[in-house]
């Protein structure tokens, strides 16, 4: 007997941005595995349980879903934004990998949502318009020089970046430094955006310039885009400014 | 008097991809302009006017829609996947920082999507759950230098990397031209999946080592994705192998 396990995203946490076919996910599924806050965004029903857990706790909560899903349960996994995108999909996979062999007869049904840098980028114009890249900050997974090599190489590269989980308690430092690198590799115009909360009612949206980019306008709740040398803003009377990266690039440049 | 212009995503295909947003910016509009494929996607309603367009006139097409939003009238300018990911925020955008005073006036409304390479992640596992960045191989609206440049500095960094625009009757050479440059910086096993229509009827999954992957196995409509050194195949019997990219780096590695 093997039952189900969902791998949703609710996307950046309007209901909104939710695709109706997580939604079904959810209607199906009777057991809910994830980081508090994303499994609160959901509707559930009295016979619908919650099985929340911390933010750091991903592989044994993977685990335990693969478990509860081996034994006939059908389980829902919620991820904020997409579940592929520095979220649950890899550490579910992880698991199936390393687990016993019924873990692997388990039908998975991963189903893809909004990330937050699509939905940063739709409120402040298309700073993605461009080639892009989508970088953690999070020195947990990986060793902070690899990702100092990596933002060095972007630049380069002349790729406009995303970070994900730009700072939190724990990790206080690594925007101010990851900007501070940038800094020597980019123009000081270069759009930063700090993109928070997209499409919840605290929204809030802020760009500044490289050279002036602060660090602690950051929560974890911000995807910060890093623009390129081409990205421009444009003024609006009355309304927001709008930022965007050229679709066209010309030969001469990076 | 000045109009709306939403600019919507409608996802990968699959009318369970499509955001309630984008419905509801559909709902409130009048005058549908894009691409044939993609505004033939929504079930428009008699008053509801189609000004669809080829493929290859963005710009045209982004100030034809603001021209008529300006005007006063509801304007739905429709993209496939996401409207920032090589679609038409980025045109819009350009169209009102180079026209009129009006254009800028007018109410523009973008809603974000389920890009095509995270649809396609999903239904093969997480092989974006690393770092990864998102390149167009069209070399019409950037020189082709610059698209071999980035794709060795991205295999440098480590990147996983999606591949948007691989081919078309008019660009027949590139993909196979960027998996040869591929071949020169990482091993011949990095998986390559083709994911072709993603959530659609005539959806096809293929995932292939680097050593073989074959430009002819992609069309217009696929996404490819080119995996690192570190992307796992895992092989389920019974069901399709799972492919993911670990979310743990160790130091000695990119």
């Given at each position: 007997?093997?039952?189900?396990?969902?791998?949703?995203?609710?996307?950046?946490?309007?209901?909104?941005?939710?695709?109706?076919?997580?939604?079904?996910?959810?209607?199906?599924?009777?057991?809910?595995?994830?980081?508090?806050?994303?499994?609160?965004?959901?509707?559930?029903?009295?016979?619908?349980?919650?099985?929340?857990?911390?933010?750091?706790?991903?592989?044994?909560?993977?685990?335990?879903?693969?478990?509860?899903?081996?034994?006939?349960?059908?389980?829902?996994?919620?991820?904020?934004?997409?579940?592929?995108?520095?979220?649950?999909?890899?550490?579910?996979?992880?698991?199936?990998?390393?687990?016993?062999?019924?873990?692997?007869?388990?039908?998975?049904?991963?189903?893809?949502?909004?990330?937050?840098?699509?939905?940063?980028?739709?409120?402040?114009?298309?700073?993605?318009?461009?080639?892009?890249?989508?970088?953690?900050?999070?020195?947990?997974?990986?060793?902070w020089d690899v990702i100092t090599r990596r933002l060095r190489l972007m630049a380069e590269a002349g790729m406009v970046m995303a970070f994900y989980n730009p700072i939190s308690k724990a990790r206080p430092w690594q925007l101010g430094a990851a900007f501070?690198?940038?800094?020597?590799?980019?123009?000081?115009?270069?759009?930063?955006?700090?993109?928070?909360?997209?499409?919840?009612?605290?929204?809030?949206?802020?760009?500044?310039?490289?050279?002036?980019?602060?660090?602690?306008?950051?929560?974890?709740?911000?995807?910060?885009?890093?623009?390129?040398?081409?990205?421009?803003?444009?003024?609006?009377?009355?309304?927001?400014?709008?930022?965007?990266?050229?679709?066209?690039?010309?030969?001469?440049?990076?």
């Amino acid at each position: 007997m093997s039952g189900i396990l969902y791998v949703i995203g609710t996307g950046p946490g309007s209901p909104d941005q939710m695709t109706p076919e997580a939604l079904k996910a959810v209607a199906d599924s009777n057991a809910f595995f994830g980081y508090f806050p994303y499994v609160d965004r959901l509707n559930l029903k009295p016979h619908q349980r919650k099985i929340a857990s911390d933010n750091r706790e991903e592989l044994a909560r993977a685990r335990a879903a693969l478990e509860l899903a081996a034994s006939g349960e059908r389980v829902c996994m919620v991820s904020g934004g997409d579940p592929g995108v520095f979220a649950m999909a890899a550490a579910v996979c992880e698991a199936i990998e390393a687990g016993p062999k019924e873990w692997k007869a388990i039908d998975l049904v991963i189903t893809p949502g909004v990330t937050a840098m699509l939905a940063v980028a739709a409120r402040i114009g298309a700073p993605l318009g461009h080639d892009f890249c989508a970088i953690s900050l999070s020195d947990n997974l990986k060793p902070w020089d690899v990702i100092t090599r990596r933002l060095r190489l972007m630049a380069e590269a002349g790729m406009v970046m995303a970070f994900y989980n730009p700072i939190s308690k724990a990790r206080p430092w690594q925007l101010g430094a990851a900007f501070d690198i940038l800094r020597e590799c980019l123009p000081p115009t270069v759009p930063v955006i700090f993109g928070r909360a997209a499409g919840r009612p605290d929204e809030a949206m802020l760009v500044m310039p490289l050279g002036e980019a602060d660090a602690n306008r950051a929560d974890m709740a911000t995807c910060v885009i890093v623009g390129t040398a081409e990205t421009r803003i444009v003024s609006r009377p009355g309304k927001p400014d709008l930022v965007y990266s050229p679709r066209f690039l010309a030969g001469d440049s990076k």
